[in-house]
């Protein structure tokens, strides 16, 4: 079988990414806008991009119902600055009510129940209840289109990164304690460390 994305609805190609593109790991961005209101919200198109400089990357689209920006995206315009805070399954119904289209302005922190905790380089809040939270400057932004089904790149260069005491230990973090849940398609998340197995790199 052979499908050119061109000829399909933006629906439905996006459903062919989210079903071949898995497991995604999520990126929890946490901005505030230019009245310092906070926002936190989930994207799962995230991903790291290189170490030195230390750069990260997630791609919001434009939203399905108005065919507005997110409201993350909004904050980031505004502010160059956000958290991404790494989502543990202890955290994933959170995250996911996060995710509900709330009206712009509203404190997505208080709405869902998390703590909000003030970032240490980036006037940003993060989420307390997340084990490990990267303080990003923006380092770029790149727009694909303006219409449903569109997006946008946003490239964040970590000035700082916050990982909770237990889980670090001889430079590396420790994934079991860490516990982190990707997406899948649909309404299905998968636990990283349920099933996984080696391969030694050949040299």
Known sequence: MEIRP??????????????????????FVSTVNSEGVANVAP??????????????????????????????LKNIEQTKRFIINIVSEEICEQVNNAAADFPYGVDEFEQVGLTKVDGTTVQVPRVKESLVGLECELHELLHFGENKGAGSLVIGKVVNVHINDELYADGKINTEKLNPVGRLAGHSYTRAISDTFAIERKR
């Open 6 to 27: 061109d000829t399909l609805p933006w629906q439905d190609a996006y459903k062919l990414l989210i079903g071949s593109v898995l497991p995604r790991p999520i990126a």
């Open 43 to 72: 994207f799962s198109f995230f991903t790291a991009i290189c170490a030195d400089p230390m750069l990260v990357c997630f791609a919001p689209m434009i939203r399905g119902t108005d065919g507005e920006k997110k409201d993350t």
